[in-house]
């Protein structure tokens, strides 16, 4: 039974997909290329802080760095509109206060950062940029602290239901004990990525100070979300 169980499971899983129509998907959507992007430029960042190198190459990986930050920021226009659109699906009159403050905290970043963007393009004056970066980094932050309770929240949900779900006596190779533990697991990993990026957030509201302005940490933490970000989009679509 158990291995006619298994032939049943194995049959129905769907085949493997072709690597470059998976690829094509992948880079058809916009968060597939800002997250390439993103991992691009804190590989650079890391590669910079991890020691000298040589005058030019160091120039050159800085112009790098700096065109990568740039190209991403224009991947974001419009990207306010998923967040509000967030917001407007919640039922009631008023979303919970963590939704709130996630989607909202979130929506508003990538409002400004549009901004950013144009300042630093030369549309708008320079003057503008430091203020505008810093209210960024504050609505970033506050978007991150909203999602990190919410996904924290979601978390201790979801391994409750797996202890009940083994409490009826399903075993840890029951198929929806083990879709829900890959799904735990993302969810695990999407903590970790806010906690990453809220981590550079916090950096730049408080102009780096102590352990916040080390670059080799900034930067592992940046490619560290971009990495896990990379893997969550890769598989979604």
Aim: charged residues 20%; proline residues 6%; aromatic residues 8%.
């Amino acid at each position: 039974m158990a291995s006619e169980a298994r032939k049943t499971t194995a049959a129905a899983r769907p085949p493997p997909r072709d690597f470059l129509a998976h690829l094509e998907a992948y880079l058809a959507r916009r968060d597939g290329v800002d997250k390439l992007l993103k991992i691009s430029r804190y590989a650079a960042r890391l590669a910079l802080a991890a020691g000298p190198l040589p005058p030019p190459a160091s120039a050159r990986l800085k112009s790098f760095e700096s065109s990568l930050g740039l190209s991403r920021k224009a991947f974001r226009l419009g990207k306010f509109v998923q967040d509000v659109n967030a917001l407007r699906a919640h039922p009631g009159p008023l979303p919970p206060p963590f939704v709130l403050l996630a989607y909202g905290g979130e929506g508003v970043y990538y409002f400004i950062e549009q901004f950013v963007w144009l300042a630093k393009a030369g549309l708008l004056p320079a003057h503008l940029l430091p203020r505008l970066q810093r209210l960024s980094a504050w609505a970033e932050l506050l978007g991150y602290a909203g999602s990190i309770t919410i996904k924290l929240e979601e978390v201790t949900k979801m391994e409750s239901s797996i202890k009940m779900r083994l409490a009826e006596g399903c075993g840890e190779e029951n198929e929806a004990v083990r879709t829900m533990r890959g799904k735990l697991l993302l969810k695990r990993l999407s903590v970790v990525q806010d906690v990453a990026d809220a981590f550079m957030a916090l950096g730049d509201v408080t102009n780096g100070k102590g352990l916040l302005g080390s670059s080799t940490l900034t930067a592992s933490a940046g490619l560290l979300s971009a990495l896990i970000s990379t893997h969550k989009n890769w598989n979604s679509c």
